[in-house]
């Protein structure tokens, strides 16, 4: 049985960081690209960043290039976010998702095709 946990929300003053962490079980974690999404109240998913199966290639959207950095460490079969300089507009559900192949597609902003997701982690930025 899969299982993908989330960990590590909370809430936090704006410009500070967090740490976000993601366990994925049950699965071939590192045959598998990893991506963060987000969604705000009243607003649709968003997808936060990618990470392919070596971890070598990283992507991410354009507001939280330079201030978040994912990462893995596949011998844990687990995912990070590091986040710094949180504003408001991070203010989300924050939800690990995997893809059961090694690549980001072009297509990973969109959410589509990914085969698993968290239940998600709530990050707060206080202003």
């Known amino acids: 049985q899969v299982q993908v946990v989330e960990s590590g929300g909370g809430l936090v003053q704006a410009g500070g960081s967090l740490r976000l962490s993601c366990s994925a079980s049950?699965?071939?974690?590192?045959?598998?690209?990893m991506g963060w999404f987000r969604q705000a109240p009243g607003k649709e998913r968003e997808g936060v960043s990618c990470?392919?199966?070596?971890?070598?290639?990283?992507y991410y959207t354009d507001s939280v290039q330079g201030r978040f950095t994912i990462s893995r460490d596949n011998a844990k079969s687990t995912l990070y976010l590091q986040m710094s300089s949180l504003n408001a507009e991070d203010t989300a559900m924050y939800y690990c998702?995997?893809?059961?192949?090694?690549?980001?597609?072009?297509?990973?902003?969109?959410?589509?095709?990914?085969?698993?997701w968290g239940q998600g982690t709530q990050v707060t930025v206080s202003s």
């Open positions: 049950g699965l071939t974690f590192a045959n598998s690209a």
């Open positions: 998702a995997v893809r059961e192949y090694p690549y980001c597609p072009d297509s990973w902003r969109s959410g589509v095709n990914w085969n698993y």
């Open positions: 990470i392919s199966w070596t971890g070598r290639s990283t």
